[in-house]
């Protein structure tokens, strides 16, 4: 039971009412920001463990 192409191409639609066009690549770019900054942090989470036994 996954999204198929109409159901994204109304969310889409619906995103695009809500922002405008004018902010979408400012929201686009923040979210990729903040998933970057997220993947960063569980990387470092996940290697500090290891870090701390070896020491």
């Excluded at 039971?1 to 686009?28: D, H, Q």
Aim: a neutral charge.
């Amino acid at each position: 039971m996954g999204l198929g192409a109409p159901e994204i191409l109304i969310i889409l639609a619906v995103v695009l009412l809500l922002f405008g066009s004018t902010r979408l690549p400012k929201l686009a770019r923040s979210l990729g920001e903040a998933s970057s900054e997220f993947k960063a942090g569980v990387s470092d989470k996940r290697a500090a463990p290891a870090d701390a036994i070896s020491e």
